[in-house]
T-cell receptor
């Protein structure tokens, strides 16, 4: 079965650079969630989209922005990267309505040097 | 305030025995969902089980069952017949319904180690 795809899987950036993470949800899933998981931490919700509109916002810094495109894939744009942005970034997708499960992608490991 | 509490940072269990991982939550919303996820050392997040706030029966999925005590706001995960492959980090999570969407929050996690 198709799963959530995230690219790239690993990314190394310098401080103050920008990064773009991509997420391709499971087909027919209309909701996308982004999470940030620091080393040894629990995942922190960043932002979510439903039908290409932002549906909820968590602890996403102002330096980050995200959007969901017409094909339902989503991109997380991160600017002015800081050392503290080094983390595993998960995307999860869900089918709206009565579906409960969020299916997580494998994550993108971002390292900021 | 912490919305999800997992009081056991680490747990050990002997292979083939059952283990209970604790989770308590805090919400004033009548409609919410509770989830358990497993995160092995490889890093992926694996959905295990879901319990809705209005569900009358405790959720079960194979060797996983959720002991849902609504009045006590607890949603403990029970793993029966532990296997070595169950060694992982386990996160309890809650989804609250909102008019503008959903709020999804994870607990700090419990690291389970299954001993041979």
């Amino acid at each position: 079965a198709a799963g959530v795809i995230q690219s790239p899987r690993h990314l190394i950036k310098e401080k103050r650079e920008t990064a773009t993470l991509k997420c391709y949800p499971i087909p027919r899933h209309d909701t996308v969630y982004w999470y940030q998981q620091g080393p040894g931490q629990d995942p922190q919700f960043l932002i979510s989209f439903y039908e290409k509109m932002q549906s909820d916002k968590g602890s996403i810094p102002d330096r980050f922005s995200a959007q969901q495109f017409s094909d339902y894939h989503s991109e997380l744009n991160m600017s002015s990267l800081e050392l503290g942005d080094s983390a595993l970034y998960f995307c999860a997708s869900r089918r709206g309505g009565r579906a409960h499960e969020q299916f997580f992608g494998p994550g993108t490991r971002l390292t900021v040097l | 305030a912490q919305k999800i509490t997992q009081t056991q940072p680490g747990m050990f269990v002997q292979e083939k025995e059952a283990v209970t991982l604790d989770c308590t939550y805090d919400t004033s919303d009548p409609s919410y969902g509770l989830f358990w996820y497993k995160q092995p050392s490889s890093g992926e997040m694996i959905f295990l089980i879901y319990q809705g706030s209005y569900d009358q029966q405790n959720a079960t999925e194979g060797r996983y069952s959720l002991n849902f005590q609504k009045a006590r706001k607890s949603a403990n995960l029970v793993i029966s017949a532990s296997q070595l492959g169950d060694s992982a980090m386990y996160f309890c999570a809650m989804r609250e319904e909102r008019a503008y969407g959903q709020n999804f929050v994870f607990g700090p996690g419990t690291r389970l180690s299954v001993l041979p």
